[in-house]
């Protein structure tokens, strides 16, 4: 089981305000330790190909597999728990929860699987947050900080269970080029040390430095582009 | 935060808006303690009430069947001069009976006092009084003299509190009796009492049971009533019942003797349960109102921690208990609150009256009204914090995050 996802034949619809078509029989797999990409223009489906592999949209036909396990079919609730275990989040407008630390929003996804004593899920939040260089920042209301550093603070959020894929929806669409780059190389590194990301990007320079991207064009892939693969 | 992650974020939720929590904390705060304060009020009047009446009043009297001749009126022209016939045997039947605890024969006589230039009419209760004092508690009603004095003293005459302010005589002064036949007699006051009752305190004397009878005159051993006093109060209907259909006699139990008294005591705990309802009601829909604010400003975190893997159950815990700690919190505060209010108004002074014994503000302290307050208290967060709740746990993530 070298696969982390393995998606086949996605169709998905949208019902309003007229009947169209976004996806169209997608099928993609990923290996483990494998950094790609999908591309796109806005409007080309990219977003909703991204919500259906991520199991927050179950509105589709075809079938979606992660680690092995079917998500098609499963109850909400048992997708929550999933994702919880096995996917971590990275968004393109950070979604911090406001009223709280950085390091609390860290940890909340680490005290929700409680595999860990919350000490040690503080411990490792923090040693999370000081990877990327917000140990610092670790008392402050995330609501406080810039938009380079609560996104830094999610991806910290999104490791702190060990996921076993991270996805990621345009995760330097709303932060300036010198934050960009900071978060482009926070990505290699994750990739460089094992980790299985997916991101969705409209960003040449970002597909640069994956292992692999795919474009989406009008709810197809279309084609595939060898990355910076090592 | 750390333990219970939902709970943590409920905390957050709280402290992070602090006036928005502070004001639905003071709602229900505000709506337990004033239940508590209306309803210890209420119950301390009712229970006054029911002292006063249970003690003024046998909890059965037996009166003679006037039968068909209801409408009769007496040789006296008064309402009650008919005899129980065969009284003795009736006493000695009655007291056998083992829920009976005392009996006593009663010879009622309307009459007019006079003292000076002041003239009331007056019912005359002709007692034993030794008997008597076993069926009401005349005893502890006494504000001066003892009832038990009149039983050596043969022109003695025992005044409600209010009759002998009228006819402005005290202890030891002498009234006049004047029967509507004509036949007059003269009494000595030996005692004032007060029930708290003023159709009893202003209208009522008691004096020996001879002392009637040769007023009205009637033969010995009859009586025109028998007042009862049972061991279990509770057992006042079917008793009077159950005397009146084996003796011939017409039986009258305490809360039909009462019956207006009781309608209104009914009518104050309706009208406390309403006005404090109504006071919770509104703190419930203050509650509604924020914790429905708060989710529809929370959406966007509702989104995320579902995205981070929340069940919908752990986001309408996260809400509800929001809900429960404002419930739980205002209502001890409230509780306190209400308790405090309580104590204030049993110190308050109450306007002096003819018609009530009490110095200050009755007030009746029952953990069982604490209790009811709290739960109404819970109650009234939880219930408007649910149908949010319950739409933020049925929240598409999705709905959110497309935007």
Redesign the interface.
């Known amino acids: 089981m070298n696969k982390v996802l393995i998606a086949e034949h996605l169709n998905k619809y949208f019902h309003e305000p007229v009947e169209s078509q976004v996806l169209h029989d997608i099928s993609l797999s990923l290996d483990r330790s494998q950094f790609v990409t999908v591309m796109g223009k806005s409007g080309s489906g990219k977003?909703s190909l991204m919500?259906v592999l991520?199991t927050?949209?179950t509105d589709y036909d075809g079938n979606l597999f992660i680690c092995g396990e079917r998500m098609t079919g499963l109850t909400?609730?048992q997708l929550?728990?999933?994702?919880?275990?096995h996917i971590g989040?990275i968004?393109q407008y950070h979604?911090?929860?406001?009223?709280?630390t950085a390091l609390?929003n860290v940890?909340?996804?680490g005290?929700?699987?409680k595999h860990k004593s919350?000490a040690q899920v503080r411990d490792d939040a923090m040693a999370l947050l000081e990877q990327m260089q917000m140990g610092k920042f670790a008392e402050y209301l995330s609501s406080k900080l810039s938009g380079g550093q609560q996104q830094r603070v999610a991806i910290a959020?999104a490791l702190i269970n060990h996921p076993d894929i991270i996805m990621a929806d345009e995760p330097t669409g709303n932060l300036d080029s010198a934050n960009t780059a900071i978060i482009f190389d926070i990505f290699r590194k994750l990739a460089d040390e094992g980790n299985t990301i997916i991101a969705i990007t409209h960003d040449m320079d970002f597909v640069r430095k994956a292992d692999a991207g795919f474009e989406i064009r009008d709810g197809s892939l279309s084609s595939y582009i060898e990355g910076a693969k090592k | 935060?750390?333990?219970f992650?939902n709970l943590?974020?409920a905390k957050?939720?709280l402290v992070?808006r602090k006036r928005q929590s502070f004001i639905a904390l003071t709602g229900v705060a505000f709506g337990v303690s004033l239940y508590i304060l209306l309803i210890s009020f209420m119950e301390g009047i009712n229970l006054y009430l029911m002292d006063s009446m249970l003690s003024s009043t046998p909890d059965v009297q037996l009166l003679a069947n006037t039968g068909n001749s209801k409408s009769e009126v007496g040789p006296s022209g008064n309402i009650g001069s008919d005899f129980i016939k065969n009284t003795e045997v009736l006493l000695d039947h009655i007291r056998e009976d083992k829920n009976v605890l005392a009996v006593s024969p009663v010879l009622t006589q309307q009459c007019i006092l006079f003292s000076g230039p002041v003239q009331l009419n007056v019912r005359l209760d002709g007692v034993k009084i030794n008997e008597e004092m076993q069926v009401l508690k005349l005893s502890g009603k006494m504000i001066s003299g003892n009832a038990s004095d009149l039983a050596y003293k043969s022109n003695g005459i025992l005044l409600g509190k209010g009759l002998a302010d009228k006819l402005n005589v005290g202890m030891g002064g002498t009234v006049t009796a004047f029967t509507p036949e004509g036949r007059m007699a003269q009494f000595r006051v030996v005692g004032v009492f007060r029930f708290g009752l003023g159709f009893v305190d202003n209208t009522r004397a008691f004096l020996n049971i001879g002392s009637v009878r040769q007023l009205m005159p009637a033969e010995p051993g009859q009586a025109t009533s028998i007042h009862i006093r049972l061991k279990d109060p509770d057992k006042s209907k079917e008793m009077a019942e159950s005397i009146s259909s084996r003796y011939g006699v017409k039986a009258e139990d305490w809360a039909t003797s009462n019956a207006s008294i009781l309608a209104t005591v009914t009518a104050r705990n309706v009208l406390t349960y309403v006005v404090s309802l109504a006071l919770l009601v509104v703190a419930g829909f203050g509650i509604y109102n924020i914790i429905n604010l708060t989710i529809t400003s929370k959406m966007?975190?509702i989104?995320?921690?579902?995205?981070?893997?929340?069940?919908?159950?752990?986001i309408a815990t996260v809400f509800l208990s929001q809900c429960l700690v404002i419930g739980l919190i205002g209502s001890a505060i409230g509780a306190l609150a209400g308790f405090g209010f309580s104590e204030a108004l049993s110190r308050v002074s109450f306007p002096s009256s003819e018609t009530v014994s009490f110095s200050y503000f009755p007030v009746s302290f029952k953990a069982r009204y604490y209790l009811i307050g709290v739960f109404f208290g819970v109650a009234t967060s939880l219930l408007p914090g649910l149908l949010p709740s319950i739409k933020a746990s049925g929240t598409d993530?999705?709905s959110i995050?497309?935007r």
């Open positions: 977003s919500y991520a927050l949209d909400e609730n929550a728990q999933f994702r919880n275990r989040f968004f979604y911090l929860l406001p009223e709280f609390q940890m909340i996804p005290l929700k699987l919350s959020r | 935060m750390e333990t992650v943590g974020i957050v939720h992070s966007k975190d989104a995320i921690l579902k995205s981070i893997g929340f069940t919908g159950r752990d993530p999705l995050l497309r």
